[in-house]
Every structure is written in C-alpha cells, then in structure tokens.
C-alpha cells in the first residue's frame, strides 16, 4: 500500500504504477513521447546500438562499445535519481517523484535470466525494437510479436508469480 503521506488515492499496487500520475490528457498529447521516441530511434541507429553484430560483440565480449554505451546510461541515470533526490524534484504535472525500496526476489532473478537469453538469441533488447523495424529489417516483426506475446502472457498469469 502508498504511504499515508501520499497524495495519491490508496489502491492495491497490482492496480497502478507507484508513481502514476492521476491527471488525464488529451490523447493529442501522446504526440510528446511519439516525437521522443522518434528521435531515440534515430539515436539508436546512428550510434549502431540496435546492430545485430554490436549485440554479438557485447555478448562474445568482443567489442567495449555496448558496454560503454551501458555504462554511460548507468551512470547518467544514478546522476539523475541523486538530482532528482537533491532538488526534490517534480513531474512535469508538479506531482513529487517518489522513490520506493524493493527487495530483490527470485522472481526477478528468473525474468532477467529470461530477458537476457531472449536479448543474447534475438540480439534485440525490447527498446530499439521499432528503430530495427524502421531500418527496414522486417524478420524483426517475429521478435515484436514474441515481445507481445510474453508481454500478454506476463499480465495473464502475473498473480501466479514471485513478486
């Protein structure tokens, strides 16, 4: 359950992400997250991190260049929780971003095994799956269909599961 401090109103956590935001928009402004979404594909292609071979290479331990690329998200990410936890930031909507601790469990431990095998089988992680589509690679198609698949399927039996 949310903290009693919380703004939010007081549902089960299956019911709603933590942090969701209770203001509702106009569909017109999913255009926002298409336009970012479109330029961190364009990213993604120039910087060749959506390369079958460059996930190969990463898994073969070949090649730094997806580790760098990693480890630079890692670090510009903890840079961004230690700012956000500083300032106090808050959402776009002028909600205050919470964070909330979580134990690590074997349910996360077999999904990310499963992550990481679908991710080293298909060299796609789930991110740049649209960028690949966008190159033209239509094979891609089976791995977005598997994505949606696992996607239904994880929401099918989620209450069954390790959390």
């Known amino acids: 359950m949310l903290p009693p401090e919380s703004d939010f ?8 992400c933590i942090n969701e935001s209770q203001e509702q928009l106009p ?31 990463m898994f073969r331990f070949q090649s730094f260049h997806m580790y760098g690329v990693i480890s630079t998200g890692v670090v510009i990410g903890a840079l961004s929780v230690w700012l956000i936890k500083k300032f106090q930031a808050k959402t776009m909507h002028g909600e205050p971003i919470q964070f909330h601790t979580k134990k690590l469990n074997r349910g996360q ?7 990481g095998f ?13 960028a690949i589509l966008g190159t033209g690679v239509l094979p891609i198609l089976i791995v977005i269909a598997g994505a949606l698949a696992g996607t239904w399927v994880y929401g099918a039996v989620r209450e069954r599961l390790p959390h």
């Open 118 to 130: 679908g991710w080293a089988m298909t060299g796609a992680c789930p991110g740049p799956l649209f």
């Open 27 to 57: 569909w017109y402004h999913n255009f926002k997250y298409a336009a970012v979404g479109v330029i961190f594909g364009i990213a993604f292609v120039k910087t060749e991190i959506i390369s079958w071979f460059r996930m190969q290479e």
């Open 109 to 115: 431990v077999i999904g990310g095994l499963m992550f």
């Open 9 to 16: 109103e007081v549902r089960s956590l299956d019911a709603m």
